[in-house]
């Protein structure tokens, strides 16, 4: 990965893959980080929060101009492909280069934002850059809540412009994001034994190629929570069944790639069952056809000693068929921009213990809290007991923005081209850090990721080098 351009990028990037960093355990990664700079005398501050911060005097001839943030987050969404043995909290990311990519295969590679705190990391090594003051803070938890963000204290930082590196999309600024919560939702169910003569069923669906549950939402791909759920009403309509369990989706912000239920079913209509998994696998290939080509059904034997009680299965099963999932409103403010969505990404049931979780996201505050009071409502008819949870800002985008002119007018000077201004569906930490820093003028941008939150992520290279290219340019600018 060192052989890469620009190698002062790629090798702090190569020592992030090197240590594990999930969410709520940077502690590693942040201690490695801070040892660092104190070695190329740098001050460093840790917060209450955990986030990191490190102070880089201005270049000759720099001083006393205002002085620039840069900020990225040290966590990484953790996902591996199923049958791959990959302990996020010991095991490195692996990655090949690929076609002008650096992908990695069966997990997430950390890209997001790991290519973010590696440029951050950059400028702090690069002797030879011109620049204002510089503070790079590194927050911690964003994936799971924006937790450093949220606990990041008013007057630590000094700066008034931001230069957020979390976005995805190479030749593009961001100048807003959608705000959002979490819907977190559980129930005791009875359970009763099988009756005799059933057979149980592991009933799985993979295949899916999932992401992110924002920048991906309005793609029509599938969840494999929502399918599985309607093949079990399906299952319902033709047999006996009972649920015994269920296990679908890793993660709050990633769309569901691979479900499992274990269902008992009469011996006696095993034909039937394993006819309508076949034509259940077919159809939901022709629905997702150009999506998700390779959706698929699996059935292998399972032990099956109680199930839920049918009327809570009834109740459940019910109410997560009809729960929302995906775009429910797009902007009319910003075109082809969605507004409002949901994303159904983790569900359980084990030994009659029930939850699942829901994290709602849109571009007005209303919104938000009007989806998830839908949502709570749904699942308190089920006899669920509802906690919304983990609301953040959204991000409100200013296009009168100084910084903003400046970035591009750098960009059109370096890459003689304009660059697009955009405001997303995904969340950032803007939006959370502004709340606490209201003077502050912040413009995100990056290099060019795909797949992120999913197995497969991958990052451009050749926008990784233009990344760092711009950076250096904005830096002198500023």
């Not at 709050?252 to 696998?281: H, K, M, S």
């Not at 903003?404 to 370096?414: G, S, T």
Request: charged share 20%; proline share 5%; with cysteine.
């Amino acid at each position: 990965m060192t052989r890469l351009e620009p190698p002062v990028v790629w090798k702090h990037f190569a020592t992030l893959c090197a240590i594990p960093r999930p969410s709520n355990r940077e502690a590693a990664v942040r201690r490695h980080l801070a040892d660092w700079a104190v070695a190329h005398g740098l001050a460093t501050q840790t917060d209450a929060a955990g986030n990191l911060l490190i102070r880089k005097p201005a270049s000759v001839g720099c001083e006393g101009r205002p002085g620039v943030i840069l900020q990225a987050h040290l966590d990484m969404v953790c996902q591996a492909n199923s049958g791959i043995a990959h302990d996020f909290d010991k095991d490195p990311i692996s990655s090949v280069e690929r076609d002008g990519w650096l992908v990695a295969e069966d997990t997430t590679l950390g890209a997001d934002n790991g290519i973010g705190v590696a440029l951050a990391m950059a400028v702090l090594e690069a002797g030879d850059l011109v620049h204002p003051d510089i503070e790079v803070l590194f927050t911690v938890d964003e994936e799971v809540g924006m937790g450093g963000a949220h606990g990041l204290q008013p007057g630590l930082l000094r700066g008034t412009r931001m230069l957020n590196l979390d976005t995805e999309e190479w030749g593009e600024f961001y100048l807003g994001c959608a705000g959002g919560c979490d819907v977190s939702v559980k129930r005791h169910c009875l359970t009763e034994p099988v009756p005799s003569g059933y057979r149980g069923r592991r009933i799985a669906v993979s295949g899916l190629r999932g992401g992110h549950s924002g920048g991906d939402i309005h793609l029509g791909r599938g969840n494999a929570n929502k399918l599985l759920v309607r093949l079990l009403r399906r299952l319902e309509k033709i047999t006996d069944a009972r649920l015994v369990a269920f296990a679908g989706g890793t993660a709050r912000n990633a769309l569901a790639r691979e479900a499992w239920a274990v269902v008992a079913t009469p011996a006696a209509d095993d034909a039937v069952v394993e006819a309508f998994l076949t034509t259940t696998q077919a159809l939901y290939r022709d629905e997702l056809a150009g999506v998700d080509d390779d959706v698929t059904i699996t059935a292998s034997p399972a032990e099956a000693a109680t199930s839920v009680n049918l009327g809570d299965q009834s109740d459940l099963l019910a109410a997560l068929y009809v729960a929302p999932h995906g775009v429910r409103t797009m902007s009319v403010a910003f075109p082809a921009v969605v507004e409002t969505s949901n994303n159904l990404g983790v569900i359980a049931l084990e030994n009659g213990e029930f939850s699942a979780n829901l994290m709602v996201r849109s571009l007005r505050g209303s919104g938000t809290q009007l989806l998830a009071d839908e949502i709570a409502c749904l699942f308190s008819l089920a006899g669920c007991q509802i906690a919304i949870s983990g609301e953040y800002p959204g991000w409100t985008p200013n296009p009168q923005s100084p910084l903003l002119a400046l970035c591009r007018e750098v960009f059109q000077r370096e890459f003689g081209t304009e660059a697009t201004v955009k405001v997303i569906h995904a969340g950032l930490e803007c939006g959370v850090i502004g709340s606490k820093y209201p003077d502050l003028d912040t413009v995100s941008l990056g290099p060019t990721i795909r797949g992120a939150h999913a197995p497969g992520e991958r990052v451009e290279i050749e926008t990784v080098a233009q990344s760092w290219r711009l950076l250096k340019a904005l830096l002198a600018a500023l």
